[in-house]
């Protein structure tokens, strides 16, 4: 199957070396962002989360208004809307944008942003309500007949919804998490597990993890692999270099930077909070472990940004990163999420040099015989 590329937008400018800049939602920006997108030859869009961003379900119906063949992963946090209503509104927004549309659930790797929303439940307890919850989800999108579900956490009777995604059977179902919990849930649910990036020992250990829980829920074919990664290209090995490190100064000077997946900053006292995420933990690791690993994966933007989202460097001109690229697509790897710290250029680079290289080369080696 072809790789495919994720980008991320937002709903304003900024990244970890802009400060946010504009109205937090400005029309005319996520307009140029998705349109850059769509160009730049990107599969999908990751629309964020965050107790204090807009709601994701309505950036993606404007998003999807004005692009064509873009789609769009929309990040939702189950236990704020219920289950049954969460399926009507992918559903109703997956034939609204022709079948654009994915679900990236994320059960809450921040205790004080779920807080923000007051939600109180403990880590292991909403992996829990995520298992549940997805279970709900997708029978009130493929039940033919009507069902009744009770549970620990949700009872719903005689559930038989009108509106049903275009996709067949369903909506793809993509799941973020790097803890023993997230394992065993997405491993059951997922279509594609995320993760954030890290060597490649690393992993192919995750990847084994998720199989192993895949198979322990029965289940025969495994979930695809997406890691997520922040390229930094240069025209010369050089000048990739020198930029990065330019990036660097710049995270550091604006004190970690605005790239949390918890919409806050991750300066001081924000990093402890971010670290209480398992992957984040893994990135500090990592970057505890070594600056550069591998053909040119780098973690010292990690561990300036506290190890907030995905924030590890793959440096070097767009051959050097198509080629490490390369190395995860022969760990199982199928799925790629890249976005940069210039967030408009770095995109359409993205689609001009580094895209391309990487699609041209695994469709060569579909062309080879085994």
Known sequence: MPVEFIGQVATRHGSEIHPPSGPAIDPDFLYRFVGVHEEAGFDKVLVGHSSSGPDGLQVAAFAAAHTHSLGYLVAHRPGFMAPTLA???FATLDRFSGGRVAMHTISGGSDADQARDGDHVDKAARYRRTDEYLEVVKRTWTDEEPFDHRGEFYDVTDV???????QQPRIPVYFGGSSADAYRVGGKHADVFALWGEPLAETAEQITAVHEAARAAGRTT????SVSFRPVLGATEDQAWERAHDVLDRIVANGGGGGSFTGRTTHRA??????????SQRLMAAAERGELHDRC??????AASGGAGNSTALVGTPETVAAALLDYVDLGVTTFLLRGYDPLDDTAAYGRDLLPLVRDEVARREQVPA
């Open 87 to 89: 399926a009507r509104a």
């Open 160 to 166: 038989h919804a009108a509106a049903r995604p275009l």
């Open 222 to 225: 495994m979930p695809g692999i």
């Open 270 to 279: 924000g990093h402890e909070a971010t670290r209480t995420n398992v992957g």
């Open 297 to 302: 994966l780098w973690t010292p933007t990690a």
